[in-house]
């Protein structure tokens, strides 16, 4: 059983990683061509030619790993198949569940990875990307010498409303830079739990160190309890313990869901919880359905198994052809529900899980299905049956 499963092993792992790597060769050519031009303008070294893809590789084996767990699998199954061996294996008394162990076990740590890639690795990957074509962007503009347009790379611009009904605090911000971590163009407001103000600041500038905001030219302005001025003051830097809220937090609303790993949707699902069902379905859409996606691994291998792992040659090409279109249909059904679930037409917790969890437990009903040695019914003689 142990030189059974060594060599089962050996002969799904060299086209898994042939089909990865090819994967990740194509991307790559792809993205030249997109890019590329970008980088000849703002005449970038060959290192950061380098780096743009590099920090890119968890993005590319998390939309890859599938594809090439769908391809190995199927060409490993049909050369089996083909060569007799699948024929062999039975006739020695190996059961199915012997067989495909192999198999499984790939899709269990193929299904895991994926999962650890979307719960933060391509998320970063994202962001980072966007980060180095906003320098590129600066450093074409740079060149053309156009400086105006070159300060306004990588600030959003947006006059973004963030309220805090934990400390009944609003802040209005006009400018927010990610890659500095520095808010421009700042207006705080602290109330009563009645709506009274309190305390009002307008700031210039203000950087987040990791633990606490720095602010840069501040009208600090303090009411009495009826309303009126109290105090006013005009500071060059401030610092003010109470503002707990983080720069993650204040400019959440900035943030492109896509870009936000699992633990920061699920930090931005908890800070917004009170804010509208439209806003929050992208970022609870995501959130569950990075959650879910892991299986998908796993999934495609149980498919390929119940398909694919065939005695008879006739029906090589019919259970490579049932495979790929079932996981193209389920790709399809997954982007479908997905769009269905950031437009708010359908709970964020159905458009994330159900066509993962779906795709999963048929397959394993169907590969339990072919264990028992029970012909799979075809549309025609379900039909015909009904």
Not at 165 to 179: D, G, L, Y
Not at 310 to 328: P, Q, W
């Amino acid at each position: 059983m142990r030189i059974l499963f060594r060599y089962l092993s050996a002969q799904i792992l060299a086209p898994f990683f042939t089909c990865l790597l090819g994967f990740i060769f194509l991307w790559v050519v792809f993205d030249i061509f997109d890019n590329g031009s970008d980088f000849i303008e703002a005449k970038a070294p060959f290192s950061l030619v380098v780096k743009f893809y590099w920090v890119q590789l968890p993005s590319m084996l998390a939309v890859g790993l599938p594809l090439a767990v769908l391809l190995a699998s199927l060409f490993c199954l049909i050369n089996l198949s083909r060569r007799n061996e699948f024929v062999a294996m039975q006739s020695s008394g190996l059961s199915l569940w012997q067989i495909g162990l192999p198999f499984i076990v790939l899709g269990l740590l193929t299904s895991l990875f994926l999962g650890f890639l979307h719960w933060k690795a391509a998320p970063e990957a994202l962001k980072k990307r966007e980060a180095i074509l906003e320098d590129l962007e600066v450093s074409r503009d740079l060149a053309k010498k156009s400086r105006k347009k070159s300060e306004e790379v990588g600030v959003f611009q947006s006059s973004v409303v963030y309220r805090n009904p934990k400390s009944n605090r609003i802040w209005f911000i006009e400018k927010a830079e990610v890659n500095k971590a520095r808010l421009q163009q700042v207006e705080i407001l602290q109330v009563t739990p009645e709506g009274k103000d309190v305390w009002k600041y307008y700031i210039d500038t203000m950087n987040w160190d990791g633990e606490q905001w720095r602010m840069h030219q501040v009208l600090r302005i303090v009411y009495d309890g009826k309303g009126n001025v109290s105090q006013s003051e005009l500071l060059s830097n401030f610092q003010d313990p109470r503002l707990e809220e983080t720069f993650l937090e204040v400019t959440s609303l900035m943030k492109n869901p896509e870009a936000l790993s699992v633990p920061e949707l699920e930090v931005y699902v908890a800070q917004n919880i009170h804010s509208t069902v439209k806003r929050l379905a992208p970022y609870q859409t995501l959130l569950y359905y990075r959650r879910a996606i892991g299986v998908t691994c796993l999934a495609i291998i149980l498919m390929a198994l119940t398909f694919a792992l065939t005695s008879s040659k006739r029906n090589l090409l019919a259970g490579f052809s049932k495979t790929v279109v079932i996981y193209f249909a389920f790709l399809i059904v997954i982007h479908f529900f997905i769009a269905l679930g950031k437009g708010g037409r359908i709970p964020p917790g159905i458009a994330g899980y159900l066509p993962a969890v779906l795709f999963l437990l048929s397959s394993i009903a169907l590969f339990y299905w072919k264990t028992t040695r029970v012909e799979l019914p075809s549309l025609i003689q379900f039909l015909k049956k009904s």
